[in-house]
């Protein structure tokens, strides 16, 4: 099976500070792939330079065949993504929203119109098409950034903690669809989460990063196997420890940046 995402040997430096080390690893076309790690771990740096927001320091990258840094608009009309911060923009509507960002990927009028009715319908939205996205609760905003994201039909789509602050009946109801899409149109899944259950419930394969190094990956039973463990999250805490981490920096710094560039394209 051919490779939606291919990473060999990548770092990102912020001046001192080693926030990616020489890391490695692939997605397989079609796959649901779950990146997890502690809050500061590389993370959220790794996907921002998968998806053209941050230039490796050095190493190599391809999604979908395209280099995030020579072919920067190719990789991005390839792929969707849920953003770990909103990105929404409150004073549009929730139609509104999704019709700028079709506009953006220069869709059909007929068929983003078709599909934007499909998704909110799919996100429990289309009655609310109207209304102001700053009238939204947590979990309204997160369900239209979601269906928002899958608009153009991507072949990848990252989804960087997208069950934050949903309650269980939403994440089931998210989760569900995405698993249905990536089986119907055979889109490949990139998430990171927090909730471990829902990793070991969804993921097909799971990478651990930690201090910006990849600490373990396979799939669930490899990584049970390799610690010794019964579930995937006191795997997880084997490989990572148990004390608190902090959030990584600049979050909302390159949260600006990514809409800027949105807008231009």
């Known amino acids: 099976m051919d490779k939606a995402i291919e990473v060999k040997s990548l770092v990102k430096k912020f001046n001192d500070f080693v926030a990616v080390n020489d890391i490695s690893f692939d997605v397989k076309r079609g796959e649901i792939f779950a990146f997890l790690g502690p809050n500061g771990a590389g993370k959220t740096t790794t996907i921002k330079m998968l998806t053209t927001l941050l230039h490796p320091t050095s190493g190599q990258i391809l999604v979908n065949g395209y280099d995030p840094v020579k072919d920067q608009n190719n990789v991005r009309k390839s792929f969707g993504i849920v953003f770990q911060d909103p990105s929404l923009d409150d004073e549009l509507t929730t139609y509104e929203n999704m019709e700028f960002h079709g506009v953006l990927y220069g869709l059909d009028k007929k068929l983003m119109t078709n599909r934007i009715e499909e998704l909110l319908n799919i996100v ?8 102001l996205v700053k009238t939204f609760s947590g979990g309204m905003r997160r369900r239209l950034e979601i269906a928002r994201g899958l608009l153009h039909h991507p072949k990848v789509f990252f989804l960087d903690e ?3 602050g949903l309650d269980p009946q939403t994440r089931t109801h998210l989760w569900n669809y995405v698993k249905d899409l990536n089986k119907k149109e055979n889109i490949t899944i990139f998430f990171t989460t927090h909730y471990m259950e829902e990793a070991e419930r969804v993921a097909e394969r799971i990478a651990v990063i930690d201090h910006g190094k990849i600490v373990a990956h396979g799939t669930l039973d490899e990584l049970k196997k390799h610690t010794s463990t019964n579930t995937l999250e006191e795997a997880f ?11 990584e920096a600049g979050a909302a710094d390159h949260l ?3 809409r800027r560039m949105w807008r231009r394209k």
């Open 237 to 247: 805490l084997k490989l990572t420890g148990t004390e608190i981490r902090e959030e």
């Open 124 to 131: 429990d939205l289309w009655d609310r098409k109207d209304s």
């Open 162 to 164: 997208p069950s934050l």
């Open 256 to 258: 600006r940046m990514a």
